[in-house]
């Protein structure tokens, strides 16, 4: 085993355990992490519109007014006009959107959120370095990219988001 294999064996964990669980979450949800993340911000944000919203996953307001759109479509969100503003959107689930959030299982980051908390402050800062040196040495470190742990393409919207 060359000296770099375990690291090179360690991203392709890291890659599939997020690829694996996508998977397992849509197959069980119906919906993808972003359009839960969608769902989750709703829940957290007081009177959320769709730029709210956007800010508070990372995600551009057009990728976020799409899945907004495929929500509504599928009956679990709607936009509604709240208070005097008539320029104001508001995005509230429906019935059938509060149901399937509360059955909905952990999001992976939320996970690794509460193991990554846990740790001492020294070593948080060691991972982040470590990753951080890994990530510059994939020349990846201008490309845009959020906290959220999904797979695909990472600033472009598509149509299964």
């Known amino acids: 085993m060359k000296d770099y294999d375990e690291l090179l064996i360690a991203l392709r964990r890291i890659t599939r355990a997020i690829d694996l669980y996508s998977k397992r979450l849509q197959k069980e949800t ?11 911000a709703i829940v957290k944000i007081d009177k959320p519109t769709p730029s709210a919203i956007a800010k508070s996953i990372l995600l551009s307001q057009a990728t976020v007014t799409n899945l ?6 599928n ?3 709607q936009r ?6 008539k320029r104001t959107i508001n995005v509230v689930l429906t019935e059938l959107g509060e149901e399937k959030y509360k059955e909905a299982p952990e999001l992976l980051q939320s996970g690794f959120l509460r193991k990554y908390r846990k740790l001492d402050a020294w070593e948080q800062h060691m991972l982040v370095s470590a990753v951080g040196r890994v990530a510059s040495m994939m020349d990846a470190e201008d490309i845009d990219a959020s906290p959220i742990l999904t797979l695909g393409e990472i ?3 598509d149509q299964g988001t």
């Open 30 to 40: 119906n919906l993808t992490i972003s359009q839960l993340l969608v769902m989750e």
């Open 80 to 85: 509604k006009r709240l208070g005097t503003d």
């Open 75 to 77: 009956g679990l969100v």
């Open 68 to 73: 907004i759109d495929r929500l509504e479509k």
């Open 155 to 157: 600033g472009v919207s």
